[in-house]
């Protein structure tokens, strides 16, 4: 609930008290829920709350990466809670440490498969990819062409650069 604040904060939305209801009756069931189940839910606890409202608060906990939207071919959404380290993977740069998260549904797919292949059930995933970032290549490359220079005693001839033409 501390990180749909903090997004809707970023977002300059305010966490009404019908949001965090929404939110907090996602969180609680844990399980996978539709618009309908959820506001049977809360109707369930006293409170009222509007299929649309439903529908908008779950949207934006899906773009803060909160929860995860799942078709299984019903003709509705359902959603879930998404662990947030669950699906966040990871570019880190090995020269300036620079981290660039990434969220690619296809990633997802990969696990899910692998997991059923293994019989395994998903808690979290770390998947870190280290390599060098654009600056950082373009940093080295600058620095290998200019060492190239110094060393190339038959190199005179035949560059080509592709423009003018
Ligand atoms: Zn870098």
Do not use: N, W
């Amino acid at each position: 609930m501390d990180l749909f604040r903090s997004y809707l904060h970023q977002q300059r939305l305010p966490l009404t008290r019908q949001r965090e209801v929404i939110a907090m009756g996602l969180f609680e069931s844990g399980e996978q829920l539709s618009v309908d189940d959820l506001a049977d839910l809360l109707r369930g606890r006293g409170e009222h709350v509007g299929k649309a409202t439903i529908y908008r608060t779950l949207s934006l906990l899906v773009q803060a990466e909160l929860a995860r939207e799942l078709d299984f071919g019903e003709g509705f959404k359902r959603y879930e809670l998404q662990a947030g380290e669950a699906r966040h993977d990871h570019f880190i740069c090995t020269s300036c440490g620079q981290v660039t998260r990434f969220v690619r549904s296809v990633v997802d797919e990969f696990q899910a498969t692998i997991a059923a292949e293994l019989g395994y059930t998903v808690q979290s995933r770390r998947l870190e990819i280290y390599g060098l970032c654009s600056e950082c290549r373009a940093a080295v490359e600058r620095a290998s062409s200019a060492g190239a220079v110094t060393t190339g005693e038959a190199a005179s001839s035949g560059q080509v650069r592709g423009e003018g033409g």
